[in-house]
């Protein structure tokens, strides 16, 4: 498709911005924080395995979720730490199938480690449940066609690509992020839709996926200039 | 005061277009918020900023105060000794004064909110109001440690916070079981106020100056009160082990309350363990010295906190501002804001704090890596602008009880 083609639909930027919310819940060792994990509303481990991505922007992305930093700085376990670490978050579409994921890799580390058990965490450095209360707002960028998207992704805020990378697709639409979406059904692109779809955005900060995403959209952007080049009109003799 | 567009250097024009479209939503509502004191103390000094700003942004923000006597006030200040974890002896008399103060406060201040923030124990009976102002929302803002309450002040405090909407503690660890929700809202700095602005390095160079501080050898600083709690005997061990491979000095600096007998014993025997060791730089600096601590502060190779216990640690949040690399007790409020290795370096002893302090010395370029890491983190979570933030979406947390709101 040319790329100055417009889209059914235009996309339209959201953003997103979250408040803490506490439960009063904590785990000291490896069995409260396994039975709690099982048991917590699903928005207490979507906050701890994402509320990272949010609030170290700029950093390194590891580690990606609470669980693993807190068994491994506060319990000692460093490789279950590891364990949890490797989760492929993006591999799961609901945070049920991840909620398992973790409790089962906690379990068969207790299984063949059963001393873990045994490890207290110190007043103060209990494992606190939290949640994520998220609020979604309109912002007014929009785009009609991919170079509008590309300028229009340049602006939002890290919020505005969090949500549309990472909330929508495991909180809200399950399976699949808003770009992906937006560009196979309004534009056809189904290639650029898949790219974007197969990237591993938890291994990445938020600025650069933004980039990563950038460079997808302008490489497309190329290409279809070079299937459809623009030809300036015949000036009038 | 700095007004609120002026933020926009520090965290971007998007950040307060966000705070802008929040507050769009709250228009028509009156936030009413109470405490027990206009001037002093740590409220009253982020009511005095959060107010304006808030009002600036179109939120019709409004500050009433509660009346009390001496009794009263002696009453509450065992409620907040108590509720930290210090026995007091607090008898049925003392009470009753409380309830006193309280009804009359009832029947005297005018409430006219329709989100009524009441901060602390103090007005923490005004709830009683509620009954008569239909379709008001409470919410309750501690900023005590109560993570170890004394139960006989809790117990008497525990039937007015179920009856609030919510309650806001400024540390995970706060958080007891409640029957009501509760919000986190982690304290914050101004990065536009005198102790954290970028400072010219003339003025850097004046302070250094002023204190006999040499500039050609590494500097490690302490900043805080001369307290126990603090540890700054420990900070000098730590020192002394660095000292032994690394010719470098030591700064403690910070104030000690003349009224406060312990304040300067401390004092008094730091100065003592230092002693004739003209590396170590031990200064009382006069409270209102803001400039001078952020010098103190911009001029160090290495900042330690290496509190017993700590609140927040609000000394470690000025340090990641200014990039400094940080190495501090896992206490309280500073594993927060220290991830271990990622944005600084967390201890449990004066040999690990010593080690941590060795290995930042001799490699500068991690050690520069963990403080832009801090620095990164500071703007993302502890600026006074996602302090308002957090307010803005805790009031519209009150007439939205879901996870996910679409506004």
């Not at chain 1, 069995?31 to 994402?50: A, C, M, W």
Request: proline letters at 5%; a neutral charge; charged letters at 25%.
């Amino acid at each position: 498709m040319n790329v100055l083609g417009k889209a059914k639909e235009p996309f339209i930027f959201s953003t997103q911005v979250s408040l803490t919310e506490l439960t009063g819940l904590k785990a000291t060792n490896l069995q409260q924080l396994l039975d709690l994990i099982k048991t917590v509303p699903g928005s207490i481990i979507y906050h701890h395995t994402h509320h990272f991505l949010q609030e170290h922007q700029y950093l390194l992305p590891e580690p990606p979720n609470d669980f693993a930093y807190w068994v491994t700085e506060f319990l000692g376990e460093a490789r279950l730490g590891e364990y949890l670490l490797s989760i492929d978050t993006i591999q799961y579409t609901t945070i049920r199938e991840l909620r398992d994921k973790i409790a089962r890799t906690i379990e068969d580390y207790v299984k063949d480690y059963p001393t873990s058990l045994n490890k207290f965490a110190t007043t103060g450095e209990e494992f606190r449940f939290l949640k994520s209360v998220s609020f979604v707002l309109q912002t007014p960028h929009k785009a009609s066609d991919l170079k509008e998207f590309k300028t229009a992704l340049q602006k939002v805020t890290p919020g505005s690509l969090y949500f549309h990378m990472f909330e929508a697709r495991l909180r809200i639409r399950q399976g699949i992020n808003d770009f992906s979406k937006w560009l196979e059904d309004c534009l056809s692109e189904n290639k650029l839709a898949n790219k974007i779809a197969a990237l591993d955005p938890y291994t990445y900060t938020l600025e650069n996926l933004r980039f990563t995403i950038i460079k997808l959209v302008e490489k497309r952007i190329a290409e279809s200039l070079k299937e459809h080049p623009v030809i300036p009109e015949a000036l009038p003799k | 005061m700095a007004k609120i567009s002026e933020y926009s250097s520090v965290v971007g024009s998007s950040t307060i277009e966000e705070l802008q479209l929040l507050a769009g939503k709250l228009q028509g509502k009156v936030v009413q918020n109470i405490n027990s004191t206009a001037t002093g103390g740590g409220v009253a000094e982020l009511l005095s900023r959060i107010v304006p700003l808030l009002q600036e942004l179109g939120v019709n923000t409004r500050w009433d105060v509660i009346k009390g006597g001496e009794s009263f006030f002696n009453v509450t200040k065992k409620f907040h000794n108590a509720l930290h974890g210090r026995p007091e002896e607090i008898s049925p008399q003392m009470f009753e004064a409380f309830t006193e103060t309280s009804q009359q406060n009832i029947d005297e201040l005018k409430a006219y909110g329709d989100i009524m923030i009441i901060h602390d124990p103090q007005p923490i009976a005004l709830i009683k109001k509620k009954l008569s102002m239909p379709g008001s929302k409470w919410a309750w803002r501690c900023h005590i440690d109560i993570s170890s309450p004394d139960t006989h002040v809790w117990n008497f405090l525990k039937p007015f916070i179920h009856q609030y909407d919510s309650a806001i503690f400024s540390s995970p660890n706060f958080s007891p079981a409640l029957p009501i929700r509760q919000f986190l809202i982690l304290p914050s700095i101004d990065p536009l106020s005198d102790k954290n602005k970028d400072l010219p390095q003339e003025t850097i160079d004046a302070v250094l100056e002023k204190y006999q501080i040499r500039k050609d050898k590494p500097i490690i600083t302490q900043i805080s009160r001369f307290d126990y709690l603090k540890d700054p005997i420990g900070v000098i061990e730590a020192y002394r082990l660095v000292k032994k491979r690394i010719d470098c000095q030591l700064i403690l600096a910070g104030g000690t309350a003349t009224d406060d007998p312990e304040s300067s014993k401390v004092f008094a025997d730091t100065k003592e363990i230092a002693g004739n060791d003209t590396d170590i730089h031990i200064l009382p600096v006069p409270s209102g010295s803001d400039t001078e601590i952020n010098a103190l502060q911009r001029a160090s190779t290495v900042i330690i906190q290496k509190s017993l216990r700590e609140g927040f640690g609000l000394t470690v949040t000025e340090a990641l501002w200014k990039a400094k690399p940080v190495v501090a007790s896992s206490t309280g409020g500073i594993p927060l804001q220290i991830r271990h290795k990622y944005n600084g370096l967390l201890c449990h002893s004066v040999f690990g704090a010593a080690l941590s302090i060795k290995q930042l010395l001799h490699n500068p370029e991690y050690a520069k890596r963990l403080g832009e890491n801090g620095h990164e983190l500071v703007k993302q979570n502890f600026i006074l602008t996602r302090h308002l933030k957090d307010c803005l979406l805790l009031f519209l947390c009150m007439y939205h009880p879901d996870d996910i709101i679409h506004l």
